[in-house]
C-alpha cells in the first residue's frame, strides 16, 4: 500500500517554470514505476512521463519533450516533475501514480495521488 501526496502546484506566467513533488505518507516508492499524468478541463486524463524503478531511465510524451524532467530520490521516497517554458495549455491538475511496470496507460496504475492543480496564465 502506498499513499501518494503532490505538491507544488500553483499559478504561474507562460514561460514560467514550475516543479511538482510527489512524496510517498505511507510505503515505499522504490519498489515501483512511478509516473505523472494530467488532466486539463473537459478532457481526459492523459500520461505524461515516466520513471524507472533505480536506473532512472525515463520516457515521456512527446508534448513535453525537452520542457518537463521526472526524476526521483527513492532514499528520500519522492518523485518530482520539473516543468520549464510552461503554457497555457499545460493547465491541468497534475497527478502522480505508481505501478508494478513499465507503463503509460492509466490501468496499469495501482496507486493515485490526488492532484496538484497547475495554471499557467497567458
Known amino acids: 500500500q502506498v499513499q501518494l501526496v503532490e505538491s507544488g502546484g500553483g499559478l504561474v506566467q507562460g514561460g514560467d517554470s514550475l516543479t511538482l513533488s510527489c512524496s510517498a505518507s505511507?510505503?515505499?516508492?522504490?519498489?515501483?514505476?512511478m509516473s505523472w499524468f494530467r488532466q486539463a478541463p473537459g478532457k481526459d486524463r492523459e500520461f505524461v512521463a515516466t520513471?524507472?524503478?533505480?536506473?532512472?531511465?525515463?520516457y515521456y510524451e512527446d508534448f513535453v519533450k525537452g520542457s518537463f524532467t521526472i526524476s526521483r530520490d527513492n532514499a528520500k521516497n519522492t518523485v518530482a516533475l520539473q516543468m520549464n517554458s510552461l503554457q497555457p495549455d499545460d493547465t491541468a491538475v497534475y497527478y502522480c501514480?505508481?505501478?508494478?511496470?513499465?507503463?503509460?496507460?492509466?490501468?496499469?496504475?495501482?496507486?493515485w495521488g490526488q492532484g496538484t492543480q497547475v495554471t499557467v496564465s497567458s
Open positions: 505511507e510505503g515505499t516508492i522504490s519498489w515501483y514505476f
Open positions: 501514480a505508481a505501478s508494478q511496470r513499465w507503463s503509460s496507460q492509466e490501468v496499469h496504475y495501482l496507486y
Open positions: 520513471i524507472s524503478r533505480t536506473d532512472g531511465l525515463t
